[in-house]
């Protein structure tokens, strides 16, 4: 169906081509896997498919790429709509219409199916994806996650023989996730549908997977073969196989039942060790306020991303008059926020404690990202209060509140400003009043081998997401706001921005994150809060939280319950001690 043959692409300005020496063939009627680091060049495979590449993107194509027989060098994508749907890293830039149901029936009417044929098509998505109470909703009132399943419903409606997906779980809840994947298992099953996706989260879908095209480095040449194979020797794995690797488990078991299988020999060795137990230190001392010189944290940024100017408030305090230290951090009582008629929150009860790191998780759609707004001041509540540092967020001046607060969203492009990584960088330092290269010191760490001259649309969207992490890290907030700051990133880089925040942590920095990468919670997080409705459902020690429930466990402790070990590098560390 999908036919690569000696595919190069080289984009100007770039000294290494993108992608180099692509041979392969997608069969017809089964499930390909892409998978590599961020920034190998996945998503201009995935762009050569659909004819972005080049037609939209620019670069210089050689070789040859067909679907269906058709070659897209000579096919522009509109000439393949018809066959080819796609959906993008960013659901935003996918959306040409403003409510749920139009969007799903767009693609339709620019075939000119009949209305009939429409009106079915339509009614039979909003029951795959579970869109049918939002089919009137505005799109931008959704949640990322909802408007990721109706970016995806609206590329199933015109029924494509190929389906191109890029990241399309990242901003889904788990439960979300696995019915955006058994609706494409359908597919590829019952209908003969060809599906070509990335996807860094494989703890997800490397188990649907007919076969996993891996491409290791940026230009090399990728590997095809059956998963298992592949997953051996793949820079990027999911837990499930780094636990069988560990083992030494053969063959490599890709979903949680089969390691289940061959875990009783594991369980039996670390039956005598206790798995530890990750606890906050809620009496370490918030970084002083008063600390960071005024206008340091990128208020520039934050002012503009609040929707307020940089004119003093009347109704907010001098910065310097907030204590040296605070405990707790943040206090939300009794929160509620109503937009319209939707009860975004209700009765929200939260206290953070310096050194503290806690993880928002829920459905799509559940408040959680509300909650982020309410902490950092763009949203002010109905009810209820919300303090930081003392404050109300949303009747501080942003000047005071980016002193306390740092929020990295879920589109990091509003962050980013500049031409090139080093202006970012440079005007990051300024903000914060750091030393001259401490923000491209972070980018260094969190992003290796990425140019100073190179500009933030060149970046892939997990690389755009952890410049965007660099510049609030360097203003160095008490408090630190992340809203899904994995969405994109590969395994490496999810381990270094791990590593990076848990050393804010252990200076008293105090970070609040909103995921559904329970793999990040997991490994990182004090406790977990779970929002359902608006409202909290569950508050307590990571451990104790994500074990108990079937939709929040990482793949690690469904394989070894009912022992209490969450992370594969927990096992290691018990099995090298003598476990």
Not at 106 to 129: F, I, K
């Amino acid at each position: 169906m999908i036919r690569f043959e000696r595919v190069s692409v080289r984009y100007e300005g770039t000294e290494h081509p993108t992608l180099s020496g692509v041979d392969l063939t997608v069969p017809e009627g089964e499930l390909v896997l892409l998978v590599g680091p961020s920034g190998v060049g996945k998503s201009t495979l995935l762009g050569t498919v659909s004819g972005l590449v080049p037609h939209f993107t620019g670069g210089l194509l050689s070789g040859r790429v067909t679907v269906g027989g058709r070659d897209t060098r000579t096919h522009k994508p509109r000439e393949l709509a018809d066959l080819v749907g796609t959906v993008g890293q960013d659901p935003l830039a996918h959306f040409v219409t403003d409510t749920v149901e139009d969007e799903l029936a767009y693609g339709m009417e620019s075939l000119g199916l009949a209305p009939d044929v429409m009106r079915r098509r339509v009614e039979e998505t909003l029951d795959l994806l579970g869109l049918a109470e939002l089919r009137d909703r505005p799109i931008a009132t959704l949640s990322g996650g909802q408007q990721q399943r109706v970016a995806i419903g609206s590329v199933l409606t015109p029924h494509p023989k190929v389906l191109v997906l890029d990241e399309p779980t990242s901003a889904l809840d788990p439960a979300a996730a696995e019915e955006v994947l058994a609706v494409l298992q359908r597919l590829v099953h019952d209908l003969g549908t060809t599906v070509l996706m990335a996807e860094h989260r494989l703890e997800r879908v490397v188990q649907y997977a007919d076969q996993v095209v891996l491409l290791p480095t940026p230009g090399a040449a990728p590997v095809m073969g059956p998963p298992a194979e592949i997953m051996k020797v793949s820079p990027v794995r999911p837990p499930v196989a780094e636990l069988g690797l560990l083992a030494g488990w053969d063959p490599l078991p890709l979903s949680v039942r089969d390691a289940r299988r061959g875990a009783g020999a594991l369980r039996e060795r670390l039956a005598g060790a206790a798995a530890p137990v990750r606890t906050a230190v809620p009496q370490v001392s918030a970084p002083a306020p008063g600390a960071l010189a005024a206008g340091r944290s990128r208020p520039g940024r934050l002012a503009r991303l609040l929707g307020r100017g940089g004119a003093e408030s009347p109704r907010t305090s001098d910065a310097s008059a907030a204590p040296a230290a605070v405990d707790p951090v943040t206090r939300v009582e009794g929160l509620g926020v109503r937009r319209g008629r939707v009860e975004a929150l209700r009765r929200v009860t939260l206290t953070v404690a310096p050194g503290e790191t806690v993880a928002l998780m829920g459905r799509n759609g559940a408040g959680k990202s509300t909650l982020l707004g309410a902490l950092v001041g763009m949203i002010e509540p109905t009810a209820g209060t919300v303090r930081v540092g003392g404050l109300a967020p949303a009747r501080t001046d942003p000047r005071a509140m980016v002193r306390r607060v740092g929020l990295v969203p879920q589109e990091p492009r509003d962050l980013l400003y500049a031409d090139t990584v080093a202006a970012e960088c440079s005007a990051a330092d300024r903000d914060a009043g750091a030393a001259e290269g401490a923000c491209r010191a972070l980018v260094s760490e969190l992003l290796p081998g990425v140019g100073d001259d190179t500009h933030p649309r060149d970046l892939s969207e997990g690389q755009r997401l952890a410049l965007a992490l660099a510049l609030v890290l360097t203003g160095r907030p008490p408090l630190l706001l992340l809203d899904e700051p994995t969405r994109g990133l590969d395994y490496a880089a999810k381990a270094r921005l791990v590593g990076v925040l848990r050393g804010l942590a252990a200076e008293g920095h105090a970070i609040v994150l909103a995921t559904h990468d329970v793999e990040l919670a997991a490994e990182l997080a004090h406790r977990v809060v779970i929002l359902a409705d608006g409202e909290v459902v569950a508050d307590g020690p990571t451990g104790q939280v994500v074990v108990s429930s079937p939709a929040f466990a990482p793949q690690t402790a469904k394989i070894l319950a009912p022992q209490e070990w969450l992370t594969v590098s927990q096992v290691r560390d018990a099995l090298e001690a003598g476990a």
